[in-house]
């Protein structure tokens, strides 16, 4: 290959969108080029003529760009990469982004090599977007604590209308003379009221979900402690639950009480829409490398798969006395663990429903610096 003339190497480097600079042994300037002019405010001539102490180490400023050199010698590292603040002499502050590297040859040091690049306005940009992004969520968070705060107190103010409501019905009824056709209408306005009531408790209870507070659960532990609620459930209701559980135990970051809760949901579904007094439940618990999986199915009738879009919308219920917030309240959580949930019917019959909450760097983790 044929040789590069001194001058055009010098022509290239001069040309480079990148500042160059390379600082001999002694802290002298071996090679400096225009961008590295214009970047840091200094002339070709205070290059020429001063070393790189004498340039920089002043007045206690640029802390962190010198830092780098001290970094670079000290350590003899190659290709470090850091990106800085730099104010120049005319008191502007630029951002930089610096690649240095040690220089040794043989054994034999020649000083230390910076290639520097001014992202002064895609950091400034960087910055105001992310300014942006979080004012965005502070607005949205508390648009999200006045809206719960609203449900509240809309289902505070409903509720002792009602409970009087069903209250007087309740009494009108006891009047032993009252006709055949008044005593239906009361009858249904008092089954009406308790429906409400227990829409309002629907509300009540998906607004007042506490936030997540993920720490580190047993898997098996939790599995076993939803499994025990609903054999017991299923007592109260007097149908048998034969509970086929497949655990394989790890230790997973989640809140313990909320995940329980969704887990309670799904099971009881598997319970109430059972059309026999002898259910079968198989729940299992699976860790893989990206998070887990909760997947319970069931031998039921499974969903009308024309329902099955709506299954997860509050105060969808097929019912006759459901509110329809069970499984809202389920997403709710399982979406805030940073996972989802997922239902389908079963070949041969039943419903799946699986739930799969992500772990680690963009799932659910301990809190912390993110
Ligand atoms: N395991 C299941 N088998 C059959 N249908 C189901 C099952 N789970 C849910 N569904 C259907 O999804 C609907 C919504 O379930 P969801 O838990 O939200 O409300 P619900 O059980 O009807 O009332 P709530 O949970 O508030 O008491 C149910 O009414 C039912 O139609
Ligand atoms: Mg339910």
Request: hydrophobic share 40%.
């Amino acid at each position: 290959m044929d040789q590069l003339s001194p001058l055009i190497i010098d022509a290239i480097i001069d040309s480079m969108p990148v500042g160059v600079m390379v600082v001999g042994p002694q802290g002298r300037m071996l090679l400096t080029n225009a961008t590295l002019e214009t970047t840091l405010g200094l002339s070709r001539d205070q290059f020429q003529s001063k070393g790189w102490a004498e340039l920089f180490i002043h007045e206690n400023k640029n802390i962190e760009f010198n830092q780098i050199f001290l970094d670079v010698i000290r350590q003899e590292l190659v290709n470090l990469t850091r990106s800085v603040p730099f104010e120049r002499a005319d008191g502007e502050v630029r951002r930089l982004i610096v690649t240095s590297s040690y220089l040794k040859h043989e054994g034999k040091t020649h000083g230390i090599v910076l290639l520097i690049m001014d992202v002064t306005d895609k950091h400034a940009l960087n910055e105001r977007e992310k300014e942006l992004l979080l004012a965005n969520s502070q607005i949205q968070s508390e648009r999200g604590e006045s809206l719960k705060n609203l449900a509240l107190s809309v289902a505070h103010q409903i509720r002792n209308p009602i409970m009087n409501i069903g209250g007087f019905s309740n009494l009108m009824l006891k009047d032993q003379a009252l006709e055949a056709g008044h005593r239906d209408r009361l009858a249904t306005i008092i089954d009406q009221a308790s429906r409400l009531e227990n829409i309002v408790r629907g509300v009540t209870d998906y607004a007042s979900l506490p936030l997540l507070q993920p720490q580190k659960v047993q898997a098996l532990g939790l599995m076993e402690a939803a499994c025990a609620d609903l054999v017991s459930a299923s007592k109260d209701l007097g149908k048998h639950v034969d509970i086929q559980d497949k655990v394989v135990d790890a230790e997973v970051i989640a809140d313990p009480v909320l995940l329980k809760r969704a887990l309670d949901e799904i099971l009881r579904n598997a319970l109430d829409f059972s059309n026999s007094d002898s259910v079968n439940v198989e729940a299992t618990f699976n860790s893989r490398p990206d998070g887990f999986l909760i997947l319970v199915t069931d031998r039921g009738p499974g969903m009308d798969p024309d329902h099955l879009p709506f299954a997860f919308d509050p105060f969808f219920t097929t019912k006759t006395r459901g509110v329809g917030m069970g499984l809202p309240i389920a997403k709710r959580i399982v979406m805030e663990h940073r996972g989802d949930i997922t239902l389908a019917n079963r070949p041969g019959g039943g419903l799946s429903a699986r739930m799969f909450i992500r772990q680690g760097e963009d799932g659910c983790r301990l809190p912390g610096p993110a």
